[in-house]
């Protein structure tokens, strides 16, 4: 199936812990992302990647580090972890306009 | 900036009636917009998109969207409604870049389907 994946699905880890998001696309897309959807249900882009360049970066906080070794993965660590971190990441991927979304990664921080 | 409103937090309609999901948002240009829906528990789908040409665009789902120029506005439609359709429904603007373009959400709308 052609899609967007990511790992893992659900992750649980308490406060002070470093943590990675994985995300594969087998589009063949040139852009990858990532989005944290809040408690509220509210999506914000934090940072967007093309062909393994970072070309989005939305304030987000300097523990959370996006890799992208190559333009199909984009992963997300993200150090010492608070509670605030606590939401749903979600990966996408595009080619022109329009994102095809991933399943989701709901991080729960104890 | 782009912005987007979905006014309505929650709707509740009755199985078979017609449903009208609203949008409105502000962007300087010519907007690209989009119509997501999450299942619980889910991922995003895209159900419909409008870059440019007709301003009735179709989806999936039995789907529709409305583009008005004049009201900034997108709302999405659907003639009858199914108790699968209920879900939340996102409403976006993108802007094209150079590389790679930037979704702006709306903050969502809960459809709940009475049957």
């Known amino acids: 199936d052609t899609a967007v994946s990511q790992t893992p699905k659900y992750l649980v880890t308490q406060m002070g812990n470093d943590k990675s998001i994985k995300c594969e696309q087998n589009?063949?897309?040139?852009?990858m992302y990532w989005y944290k959807q809040d408690s509220k249900k509210f999506l914000k882009i934090m940072f967007s990647?093309?062909?393994?360049?970072?070309?989005i970066n939305e304030t987000v906080p300097n523990r959370f580090s996006p890799k992208s070794p190559d333009k199909a993965h984009l992963n997300l660590h993200i150090n010492s972890l608070e509670l605030g971190d606590s939401a749903v990441y979600f990966c996408?991927?595009?080619?022109?306009?329009?994102?095809?979304f991933g399943p989701g990664t709901r991080l729960t921080v104890l | 900036a782009q912005s987007v409103t979905q006014p309505d937090i929650h709707i509740t309609v009755s199985e078979g009636a017609s449903l009208e999901l609203r949008c409105n948002y502000s962007y300087g240009a010519t907007p690209y917009l989009f119509w997501y829906v999450q299942s619980p528990g889910q991922g995003l789908q895209l159900l419909l998109k409008y870059f440019s040409g007709d301003t009735l665009v179709q989806g999936i789902k039995g789907f529709e969207a409305e583009f008005k120029r004049s009201q900034s506005s997108f709302n999405l439609r659907k003639p009858s409604v199914h108790w699968s359709d209920a879900a939340e429904y996102f409403c976006a603007v993108g802007a094209m870049r150079e590389y790679g373009n930037k979704l702006v959400f709306g903050a969502g709308t809960i459809l709940r389907v009475k049957s």
């Open positions: 996408a991927s595009s080619q022109g306009i329009g994102l095809q």
């Open positions: 990647y093309n062909n393994k360049e970072l070309i």
């Open positions: 589009l063949g897309h040139d852009t």
